[in-house]
Nanobody
Framework: QLQLVESGGGLVQPGGSLRLSCAAS????????IGWFRQAPGKEREGVSC????????HYPDSVPGRFTISRDNATNTVSLQLLNLRPEDPDVHYC?????????????????WGQGTQVPVSS
């Protein structure tokens, strides 16, 4: 059974950057699309990036231009997300999730496996 664990969250100053990691266990990520989502209290989860397993194709929604970079390390079965130019109004809880198959849209209901989330509060 695939399990995902996020790490790397923490308090960041406005304009700062941070790198989150999503470590997978129980299965390799070859047959999964990995997505990163963020969520503010009382709001729906918003997808910010995804990467397919076999082709490493990536997708970023138009709503977050140039502020996120997804990457993967096959040796450690880990997918990372680089966050840039963080703002106080950015949703602070970040999740990684996996969906079986090729590159999929960033729609939360399509993703079947979720990590527990990591917080990235942005404040001076």
């Amino acid at each position: 059974q695939l399990q995902l664990v996020e790490s790397g969250g923490g308090l960041v100053q406005p304009g700062g950057s941070l790198r989150l990691s999503c470590a997978a266990s129980g299965s390799t990520l070859d047959g999964y699309t990995i997505g990163w989502f963020r969520q503010a209290p009382g709001k729906e989860r918003e997808g910010v990036s995804c990467m397919s397993g076999r082709e490493s194709a990536t997708h970023y929604p138009d709503s977050v231009p140039g502020r996120f970079t997804i990457s993967r390390d096959n040796a450690t079965n880990t997918v990372s997300l680089q966050l840039l130019n963080l703002r106080p109004e950015d949703p602070d809880v970040h999740y990684c999730a996996a969906a079986p198959g090729g590159l999929l849209p960033l729609s939360a209901p399509l993703y079947t496996h979720w990590g527990q989330g990591t917080q990235v509060p942005v404040s001076s």
